[in-house]
């Protein structure tokens, strides 16, 4: 099914077809547990993306291309994919964490700690945003903000971190 898609994707003539083929064809080889084949896919889904591209199609493109870099660990693909995302006002509320999450992985990787800090402030800030992702992920993104504050001096920084994990694990045990 991916390989039809793909070969599909060349012969769309509308912008917007082939940003659906490609966007499909990515997903295809997700689903088959392809994501270095799935990479490519959503890299030229992106690249084609356009003002009068749909919202729906659009967010779709940056969810699989981040999905099929951070399997790959592309950082530069899983910042752009999730950047995008969480500067999306119609990004779904639930995967917001993720995508921090995600994004915040793929700064420190990439050497940028400022970014990481910075997307994973709200939820060390802002309790409901952290009552929103699972408490594994909630888990992992408090402590590695509490790693990249410290790293960067702001110890203050990294104890509201490691405070609020354990407001939250107190709550979650009551």
């Known amino acids: 099914r ?36 799935a990479l490519p896919h ?7 993306l356009r003002p009068d591209v749909p919202a729906a199609l659009r967010r779709e493109v940056l969810v699989t291309l981040g999905e099929a ?19 999306d006002p119609g990004a779904e509320s639930p995967r917001l964490g993720t995508f ?6 793929a700064g420190d990787r990439s050497g940028d700690a400022q ?8 939820l060390v800030e802002d309790l409901d945003a952290a009552r929103a992702v699972t408490p594994e992920l909630r888990g992992q993104a ?10 960067s001096g702001d110890l203050g920084g990294a104890a509201a971190a490691l405070e609020s994990f354990a407001a939250l694990a107190v709550d979650s045990s009551a």
């Open 2 to 37: 991916a390989q039809a898609l793909a070969a599909l994707a060349k012969m769309a003539e509308r912008n917007a077809d082939r940003v659906e083929v490609e966007t499909a064809a990515a997903a295809a080889w997700l689903a088959a547990d392809e994501p270095a084949a």
């Open 100 to 105: 921090r999450y995600r994004l915040a992985v």
């Open 42 to 48: 959503g890299a030229r889904a992106h690249a084609e």
């Open 115 to 122: 970014l990481a800090i910075a997307t994973l402030r709200p």
């Open 69 to 87: 870099a951070w399997r790959q660990r592309a950082w530069p693909d899983v910042i752009r994919a999730y950047k995008g995302l969480i500067e």
């Open 142 to 151: 408090l402590r590695l903000f509490a790693d990249l504050a410290e790293r």
